[in-house]
Structures are given as structure tokens and as C-alpha cells.
């Protein structure tokens, strides 16, 4: 088995970033999906049509546990894990891992990307306003 890695800053504290990841609600905001939210469970249904459930079997203080439960190709049964810990000056960092890939699964590499790209999407959601006007 192997696991796709990322880690990113978050100018947000990580009760917001905890939240962010547990909600529905907000997990609609950087997910770009549809969610519901119900027992536990987030189901994310794309534009295309693709569905996945996740179970949320995890969501202790600094970190929460996603368990694949439906989803295209070999996805369910994989576990992402997203380890949240406070990086000072209002910052959060967020350790990421997505494991159960089987090796070899061609899968795996644009899941790497989008795992990537949906982490910024958080990572934005959660940038006060001021810093996203600031950027632009």
C-alpha cells in the first residue's frame, strides 16, 4: 500500500480549520461539490456526476480521519487523514495524508494533483478577507 502527502499554512486558527473539515456546509465552500451531511457521513457529488461518500471516523482535537465508504474505481476503503496542529502568528498547519492507494494504481497520481489543489482551495476559504483582497 502507499499514501499520497501534502502540507500547508492556513492563516486561520485551527478550531475554524477543524470546522472546515467537519462541516458540510463548509466543506461545500472548497470542495467544489454538492455535499450533504448526515450521521457522520459527507456525500460529495461533482458536476460531472462523480459521487463519493466519506465517513468522518475521526474528529479529535488537531485531527480528523475521512474514510472512503463509495466512489469511483478502487477509492473506497482508502483513508484520508488530516492532522492539524497550531503554527503560531494565527496559523494552522495542516499535515495531510490520503493512504490505502494500492502500488501502482494510476489512480493515484491525479488524486496527488487534486488532493494538492483542494487543499489550497482550503487554504483560500479560510484566508481572511482582507488577505484575499489584498492579493488581488
Known amino acids: 500500500m502507499t499514501s499520497i502527502h501534502h502540507e500547508i499554512k ?9 470546522e472546515a473539515l467537519t462541516r458540510g456546509s463548509h466543506v461545500e465552500h ?10 457522520g457521513t459527507l456525500r460529495l457529488q461533482y458536476p460531472s456526476g462523480v459521487v463519493f461518500r466519506w465517513r468522518v ?3 479529535s482535537p488537531g485531527r480528523v480521519i475521512w474514510q472512503c465508504v463509495e ?7 482508502t483513508q484520508a487523514t488530516f492532522a492539524v496542529s497550531d503554527a503560531g502568528s494565527g496559523r ?3 499535515v495531510f495524508e490520503h493512504s490505502g492507494w494500492s502500488d501502482g494504481d494510476p489512480k493515484m497520481r491525479k488524486c496527488n494533483t487534486l488532493w494538492g489543489l483542494l487543499l489550497h482551495q482550503l487554504q483560500q476559504y479560510l484566508a481572511p478577507t482582507e488577505s484575499r483582497h489584498a492579493r488581488l
Open 71 to 77: 466512489g469511483p474505481g478502487k477509492s473506497a476503503g
Open 30 to 39: 472548497w470542495h467544489g461539490a454538492k455535499v450533504s451531511d448526515a450521521t
Open 92 to 94: 494552522t498547519a495542516v
Open 10 to 18: 492556513i492563516a486561520a486558527p485551527p478550531s475554524k480549520v477543524m
Open 57 to 59: 471516523v475521526d474528529s
